[in-house]
């Protein structure tokens, strides 16, 4: 059982480039999220989809799309990479009670 | 708004000491409260959660939190740390009434010292 897995594991953009963060999850989760860690400031939420078909603005929405593909995956993308989007990415999904989100391993990735 | 406050940035303690790390929030409903563990280059692990009901908890890996309304806390505990347990620990809320979504503290990084 993978839980959540996330690719690419490490990325290195120009300024301008695009590209899109993959996320799939096998166990068959309604909600997914993702978010963006910093130091200091914890993890903060980008993007969530609360069912397949939906999806919302977190905290932080600004320069990021999200697709929701279907109920098993949702990608994160920057059309436009800035380097203030250098920051580690989660992935997470959750369903039942209390919400408990389970995450992937993250992507690291790096804006020049 | 929704806030989680870790007041404890960094903790550094000997190995086979207690730990105690604070986590309190400001919250407009009746909370879920977890505890998630990081390793370096690590996703988030749960420790533990609380959802209604006896207010302390137990988690994997002998820790240990306990819900104070009265306090709006809930602090994450260890009789004995172990050089292994040398992570970043988040503290997260989320509510009903807020939907799916969680806020996160800023993490707590704990060294543990031989």
């Known amino acids: 059982n993978a839980g959540v897995t996330q690719t690419p594991k490490f990325q290195v953009l120009k300024t301008g480039q695009s590209m899109t963060l993959q996320c799939a999850q096998d166990m068959n989760h309604n909600s997914m999220y993702w978010y963006r860690q910093d130091p200091g400031m914890g993890l903060r939420l980008i993007y969530y989809s609360a069912s397949e078909g939906t999806t919302d603005k977190g905290e932080v929405p600004n320069g990021y799309n999200v697709s929701r593909l279907n109920k098993r995956e949702f990608s994160l993308r920057l059309e436009s990479a800035a380097p203030s989007q250098t920051s580690v990415y989660f992935c997470a999904s959750s369903e039942g009670r209390g919400n408990i989100q389970y995450f992937g391993a993250g992507t690291r990735l790096s804006v020049l | 708004a929704q806030s989680v406050t870790q007041p404890d940035i960094h903790i550094t303690v000997s190995e086979g000491a207690s730990l105690e790390l604070r986590c309190n929030y400001s919250?407009?409903?009746?909370?879920?409260l977890f505890w998630y563990v990081q390793s370096p280059g690590q996703g988030l692990q749960l420790l533990l959660k609380y959802f209604s009901g006896d207010t302390l908890v137990q988690g994997i890996k002998g820790f240990e939190a306990e819900f104070k309304r009265s306090q709006s806390s809930f602090n994450l505990r260890k009789p004995s740390v172990h050089w292994s347990d040398a992570a970043e620990y988040f503290c997260?809320?989320?509510?009903?009434?807020?939907?799916?979504?969680?806020?996160f503290g800023a993490g707590t990084i704990l060294r543990v010292k031989s």
């Open positions: 997260a809320v989320g509510a009903m009434e807020y939907g799916n979504k969680l806020v």
């Open positions: 919250y407009g409903a009746t909370p879920y």
